[in-house]
């Protein structure tokens, strides 16, 4: 496996997760790093992008304020904090990388590498 995603589980409304993509391999700070999500019976979205270097961070409106990506160049990692976790953020959650380190894209096309995928599931 090139990602590696982890980090989901059950959480209540309005818990917190962070979320972690990591990579053996690929130097995750040469790479656009992308976050998607596929909820139940829906298609795959992207939420949430983060550049090479220079970086710069992008989210899609609907998670604005509560999503916070980031990256860690020591641990080569990429994380995911999600806050203030509703209902409808239940789906897994994708990482994906792109050799085209400048360009954030929310769409699937164009990235190279694919991580397994972690489940997160909010409810009481």
């Known amino acids: 496996l090139q990602l590696q995603a982890s980090g989901g589980g059950l959480v209540q409304p309005g818990g917190s997760l962070r979320l972690s993509c990591a990579s053996s391999d690929l130097n995750l700070y040469s790479y656009a790093v992308g976050w998607f999500r596929q909820a139940p019976g829906k298609g795959r979205e992207g939420i949430s992008c983060i550049t090479g270097r220079p970086m710069s961070t992008h989210y899609i409106d609907s998670v604005k304020g509560r999503f916070t990506i980031s990256r860690d160049d020591a641990k080569n990692t990429v994380y995911l904090q999600i806050d203030s976790l509703k209902p409808e953020d239940t789906a897994v959650y994708y990482c994906?990388?792109?050799?085209?380190?400048?360009?954030?894209?929310?769409?699937?096309?164009?990235?190279?590498?694919w991580g397994q995928g972690t489940l997160v599931t909010v409810s009481s």
């Open positions: 994906a990388a792109d050799r085209a380190q400048h360009l954030c894209s929310f769409f699937e096309q164009g990235y190279d590498y």
